[in-house]
């Protein structure tokens, strides 16, 4: 399978505690993004890399939430001391920087829930 | 900032009917990007259909079409010959086409049923 893979598909965690979830892209795009979705809305923006740089990052993206993207290829989003207003689905995706403009591969999230 | 609005949280269409979903968008760019993006139940997300805003031409994707009037800020999604795997929620999302933001905003989605 050549998509976008997650993991995990589903973290269930007590509040307080740490998380990683961790993106792999499709194998030739080097642009990679991070959303959260939570129930009945639509995606919002976390951060986006190019290659192993973070260029952009939301202002939803606390100091407890981290991203990293070593060497360009998968990425890690971490969430220190989760809040249960962590609770949400994770969207990964990727692009080609010379694809079509805003044309995004979507992974099928990582669903965490925090109690 | 951009936002984009989907006022239609539900919708249904017959088998082989034809369903129309709504958006608007507010912003102040010229240059932008307008997408149609499906999340069926369970599945990742996929792009349906994209318009860039300097075309006056609408986009056209087999069954699916827009409708972009650009001075409305207004971007509709039509669908024809509607099937059930068409069954899915229906994000209308932006991106502009200037500077380096590369991030899409998406409206809250629109739930299409069809029913057979």
């Known amino acids: 399978d050549t998509g976008v893979s997650q993991d995990p598909r589903h973290k269930i965690t007590k509040r307080g505690q740490n998380v990683t979830f961790r993106c792999d892209p499709i194998?030739?795009?080097?642009?990679l993004y991070w959303y959260r979705q939570t129930l009945g809305q639509g995606p919002e923006f976390l951060t986006y890399?190019?290659?192993?740089?973070?260029?952009?990052k939301s202002r939803l993206l606390s100091d407890r939430f981290s991203a990293e993207r070593p060497k360009g290829s998968f990425s890690t989003l971490e969430i220190q001391r989760t809040e249960q207003g962590d609770s949400a689905m994770y969207l990964c995706?990727?692009?080609?920087?010379?694809?079509?403009?805003?044309?995004?591969?979507f992974g099928e999230g990582s669903r965490l829930t925090v109690l | 900032a951009q936002t984009v609005t989907q006022s239609q949280p539900e919708m249904s269409v017959q088998e082989a009917e034809t369903v129309t979903l709504s958006c608007t968008y507010d912003?102040?760019?010229?240059?932008?990007?307008l997408f149609w993006y499906k999340q069926p139940p369970s599945r990742q997300m996929i792009l349906v259909i994209r318009q860039e805003a300097y075309k006056q031409q609408n986009a056209t994707e087999n069954r699916f079409s827009v409708n972009f009037q650009k001075a409305a800020k207004s971007f509709s999604l039509k669908i024809s010959d509607s099937q059930l795997g068409d069954a899915a929620m229906y994000f209308c999302a932006y991106r502009s086409g200037s500077g380096s933001a590369r991030q899409l905003t998406f409206g809250s989605g629109t739930q299409l049923t069809v029913l057979p």
């Open positions: 890399f190019q290659n192993e740089a973070q260029l952009e």
């Open positions: 912003t102040s760019e010229s240059d932008y990007y």
């Open positions: 194998s030739e795009h080097n642009r």
């Open positions: 995706a990727s692009s080609l920087a010379r694809g079509r403009e805003g044309e995004l591969f």
